[in-house]
């Protein structure tokens, strides 16, 4: 009797607390991107010390000068002053600042500084919501983004500006990350695609929608206040977010599970008066084999799960690296910065749908291997366009894009079924940490191409795609399966085991059938979930 069966696979009490973390998606890739016009390409000229152009057009061509001629000499003078060209912007972080020339770099700083914090969140919160529980981990993390969003009104230096958006990397992470593994917990296996695809159009939508946000609100103070202003009113449905069921139950809290579970069942409109008892019968069970919390080193003690970790860490720090490297590169492109950002918003929602598709039909591992596999090739391909067809160029950076965000939201559900309850939160966490390796580097990768040549890049997402799409064959396929609990169960995930007898098939044995397989060929799900 599994604890969905008398709650509900996915009613009133999930959605809910669906929709709270959908909210906080959009909110969370408001801020992941914010950056880009934060601190845009913006043209500017020099003010001091001043200069004559030979065609006296000085008072209004931006010409992006660092240094300037002295009068009478050939020597050139660093610029000390700048005015910027306010066409799209008002003011920003650029302006405010005076990021340009020899602080240009500032902006990757902060880029990087920002992901650190997304770095260190999910291996910290990781471990502290396994620990203590998943809820004092969101109220821990939803505190210190609120605080952090709103102090960065106050920002008078770009030090502190920063060190503030390093903060809210540190708390928002957690708030999404950690509520992820909730709703995966909280949601039974018949809804769990839906649900784990569903979560991440959040992103999609976040994507499209910080363009307009940016466009209506052109200072950054502003902007800041737009982005914080959503997040406040999550505040007034605290107590509507439950502990995770998964978590309570494998850590032997049976008074505080049996309270959730009745809750849940009520809102849902289940009847539990008889079932109920079935499954605090299992419930105890646990409570008699529960271990202390389990971290990371765990999972690699286990030469299975340990191979299976290598292998996603390095498919998620792939996703991340070309993800972002791909996304942030929309200012560079001509014409309006806020159509360009829009457009690479709205790929990502033909990429959910044929990734939902996809799963739902073929499987978490082939479309993950073909969408790696399809979106390597289109980024190498660019290498070998003639430069004249510029929009066969675009074409495949376009359909890499739409493969590698598919593929993005993918891990996030594939990773969260591949290991155990003990371990899930803080596997994903350090899936997600090694991620931000990748967007670490991401925004250097125009300046790679700068250094060696143009065609490195391409070449170079190609190859680590093709490289990951290989790596998802060793993967176990996760459709209709039921979520591992323990160590032992997660070490055996996947394995097709072969009674030895036919009295071994009246044992009850711990084994991992491919549901999809045993139910196409003989109809009786409910036999298989009897001999588990």
């Known amino acids: 009797m599994d604890m969905f069966e008398v709650i509900g696979s996915f009613g009133p009490w999930q959605r809910r607390v669906f929709i709270l973390f959908f909210i906080i998606n959009i909110v969370g890739m408001w801020q992941n991107l914010a950056i880009t016009f934060f601190a845009p390409n913006m043209d500017f000229r020099c003010v001091e010390p001043s200069y004559e152009e030979d065609s006296g057009t000085n008072e209004t061509a931006f010409d992006n000068r660092c240094e300037v001629p002295t009068n009478g000499s050939n020597a050139s003078v660093p610029c000390t002053k700048w005015e910027y060209d306010t066409s799209f912007y008002s003011q920003t972080i650029v302006s405010e600042w005076d990021l340009v020339c020899g602080r240009e770099w500032f902006i990757s700083l902060n880029k990087s500084v920002y992901m650190l914090g997304f770095l260190i969140s999910v291996f910290f919160f990781g471990q502290l919501s396994d620990s203590i529980g998943r809820l004092p981990a969101i109220v821990i993390s939803y505190l210190i983004t609120v605080v952090s969003m709103l102090l960065t009104l106050l920002s008078n230096s770009f030090l502190m500006f920063t060190i503030l958006r390093f903060l809210q990397a540190l708390g928002r992470t957690a708030l999404t990350t950690v509520g992820f593994v ?21 992103w999609s939508i976040g994507f499209t929608t910080l363009a307009a946000v940016a466009w209506f609100f052109r200072h950054w103070f502003w902007f800041q206040l737009a982005l914080s202003v959503p997040i406040l009113p999550i505040l007034l449905f605290y107590k509507m977010i439950p502990e995770s069921p998964r978590w309570l139950l494998t850590k ?26 079935e499954v605090m019968v299992l419930e105890k069970k646990v ?34 690296f070309m993800y972002y490297g791909l996304s942030f590169n929309t200012n560079d492109l001509a014409g309006n910065p806020y159509l360009n950002f829009f457009l690479a918003g709205v790929l990502e929602f033909p990429s959910y749908v044929v990734l939902f ?20 090739i289109a980024c ?73 040549h143009p065609a490195v890049p391409n070449i170079l997402y190609g190859l680590l795609a093709l490289s990951s799409g290989v790596l998802a064959f060793l993967l176990p396929e996760t459709r209709d399966q039921k979520l591992p609990d323990t160590l032992e169960e997660g070490e055996n995930f996947g394995m097709l085991m072969e009674l030895e007898s036919p009295e071994d098939s009246e044992k009850e044995a711990v084994i991992e059938y491919p549901l999809e397989d045993f139910s196409e060929s003989t109809g009786e799900e409910n036999i298989l979930n009897e001999t588990k």
Request: net charge positive; glycine share 10%.
């Open 357 to 376: 598709w996809g799963i739902k039909k073929r499987g978490r591992r082939p479309t993950l291997i073909v969408l790696m596999m399809v979106g390597g």
């Open 252 to 277: 032997g809290k049976t008074e505080k599970l049996e309270k959730l579970l009745t809750k849940a069942a009520k809102l849902n409109g289940s009847k539990i008066e008889d079932d109920l008892n």
């Open 380 to 452: 190498a391909a660019i290498a070998f366009v003639p430069t004249k067809l510029s929009w066969l160029s675009t074409s495949f950076a376009m359909v890499g894009k739409f493969c590698v965000t598919g593929s993005f939201g993918l891990m996030y559900l594939y990773t969260g079924e591949l290991f155990p309850t003990v371990v899930r939160n803080v596997t994903l966490g350090s899936c997600s940490m090694c991620a931000r390796i990748g967007s670490i580097l991401a925004p250097f990768v125009r300046e790679l191409g700068k250094a060696t």
């Open 182 to 202: 909730l709703i995966m917990e909280m949601t039974g296996p018949q809804h769990r695609t839906e649900v784990g695809i569903g979560i991440q159009l959040g």
């Open 287 to 320: 409570e008699e084999r529960k271990t202390s919390t389990e971290t990371i080193l765990y999972v690699l003690r286990w030469p299975r799960m340990r191979n299976r970790a290598l292998n996603v860490n390095y498919l998620w720090v792939v996703n991340s």
